[in-house]
């Protein structure tokens, strides 16, 4: 198991992150989700042992990653955009990354950039977007390491590397290893996710992929019967995610009751139905609407 | 490939594992997988369809408690005979016939037509009886 214990970190005198403590499993996949600047990166990179943080812990098995780098061979980070890479080839890469995890399957790579015709002898910095991404990606699943946190994986490649990308972190989870991915693309952690951590103002809120909102608030698709009601429309409980027409999205919040859902029902709207409320849903939902900033 | 005609349709209501559940037991409906055949393995379909392995198993673990596939140690996943589990059948048989009420009410509730559901479920019979009989065994009719 990891454990992140009362993490706190600042950059640049700017405090990101504020107790921050949660636990993955190993096997399993958790989705990072949160506004840009949130502080994903800073966690991810502080949970690696790139940065040490300001108090608190990240414990392997109860040992600390920070106290024994050594254990910083069973975390690899695998960052948005592998700079640190560009200068070698695929090849030497692998010799590198040989050196440092002890259980490097080269066998294994091998395979994978040629599955996906990585050249092995250009510089990595001479590959596309999503080229260097599977590089990258392939790299960090043949070390092996138990937990592999990744930022923002397919973020700017194109639908082919993006499939590539998917396809190599479910035969890393099939293998057994334990994946944190920072994403803004919902659909893909709601299809990898066995877990959600949600950063927000420091924090981090952990909710089950299989119930997101924990049946703190509900999406409803409402036609109202005359005039839409402007004042419970505009009341902080209710957040208007689409309005065509007639026809209005929703999401109320129940955390202080029925009683918003109440006064809907006594309107005798025309339509009144349930949706399905998502991972985007939460997101704008614990986001206070499309408006907030974070920071 | 069979299995590459499971789909997850990200803008369902349903939940993955309950949509790879459903898709199944479809393709076995319909003839696509046929009793004792073997199913791809967990790893195999999280790989095609690029869903959690997590997710797939759960899927894998629902249909065989309900009798639907059974696991052979060592030797990987199977397409259930259909009687194999008749405590189960019953179960499912029961809930089926709610179901179906409860869509009933649904569509009675919408305003359609006695016509139209008839219809409808003729439309269905057709593309699942086609040679008038239940794809499963005779002991999975009702009485």
Known sequence: ?295 | MRDAMIRIDEKSALPIYEQIVHRIKELISRGMLQPEEKMPSVRELAARLLVNPNTVAKAYQELERQGVIVSVRGKGVFVARPASSPGMLQERLSRLRADLGRLMVEAHHLGVSRTQIKDWVEEEIERYWRDGDAGGSSSSQVD
């Open chain 1, 1 to 295: 198991m990891l454990a992140v214990r009362h993490l706190h970190k600042s950059i640049e005198r700017r405090p990101v992150l504020k107790d921050v403590s949660f636990e993955l499993r190993p096997g399993m996949v958790a989705g990072l989700i949160g506004r840009n600047g949130a502080g994903k990166t800073t966690l991810l990179k502080t949970m690696a042992g790139i940065y040490d943080p300001d108090a608190g812990d990240v414990l392997l098995e109860g040992e600390s990653v920070h106290r024994q780098p050594e254990i910083k061979r069973e975390i690899v980070f695998l960052p948005d955009n592998p700079e640190a890479l560009f200068g070698y080839t695929a090849e030497e890469c692998a010799r590198l990354y040989a050196l440092i995890y002890p259980r490097f399957d080269r066998a294994a790579f091998d395979e994978m950039i040629r599955r996906f015709g990585l050249p092995a002898n250009r510089k990595i910095r001479q590959l596309s977007r999503g080229m260097k991404m599977l590089a990258s990606i392939s790299l960090g699943i043949a070390t092996r390491a138990s937990y592999v946190l990744l930022d923002e994986p397919t973020n700017g490649i194109d639908p082919i590397a993006k499939q590539q990308v998917l396809t190599l972190l479910v035969e890393a989870v099939s293998e057994g290893m334990t994946l944190l991915i920072a994403s803004h693309a919902m659909g893909d952690l709601e299809r990898l996710s066995d877990m959600i951590l949600m950063i927000r103002q420091g924090e981090v809120e952990t909710r089950e992929i299989a119930d997101p909102a924990r049946g703190e608030a509900v999406k409803l698709q409402v036609v109202f019967d005359g005039e839409a009601p402007a004042a419970w429309l505009a009341s902080p409980q209710v957040i208007v995610l689409e309005h065509v027409g007639r026809v209005y999205t929703l999401l109320v919040s129940r955390e202080d009751g029925d009683a918003k859902l109440e006064e809907l029902r006594r309107m005798r709207p025309l339509v009144l139905e349930e949706l399905p409320l998502g991972l985007e849903d939460l997101f704008v939902w614990k986001h206070g609407g499309r408006n907030d900033e974070d920071r």
